[in-house]
């Protein structure tokens, strides 16, 4: 079995939606700081909660904000 890494694409998307982080930020209800956490991928995890609100504002599908890749060895 590989080893998986999950990359954030949320910067991607935004671009997609011509959005800036502070747009989500505020429509979200969660901070530019945390959008930026995230963006970075460097978060350890994220609520179901916030990732359907920020589905629903990009109206998009978790699996076009996040993808599982081989981990690099």
């Not at 609520?47 to 904000?65: N, S, W």
């Amino acid at each position: 079995m590989k080893d998986l890494e999950i990359v954030v694409r949320l910067d991607v998307v935004l671009a997609l939606r011509k959005m800036k982080s502070r747009d989500l930020a505020l429509a979200v209800g969660i901070t530019e700081q945390n959008i930026s956490l995230l963006k970075s991928g460097k978060v350890k995890g994220i609520r179901f909660e916030t990732l359907a609100k920020i589905c629903a504002v990009l109206e998009c599908q978790p699996g076009d904000l996040l993808e599982a890749l081989p981990t690099e060895t």
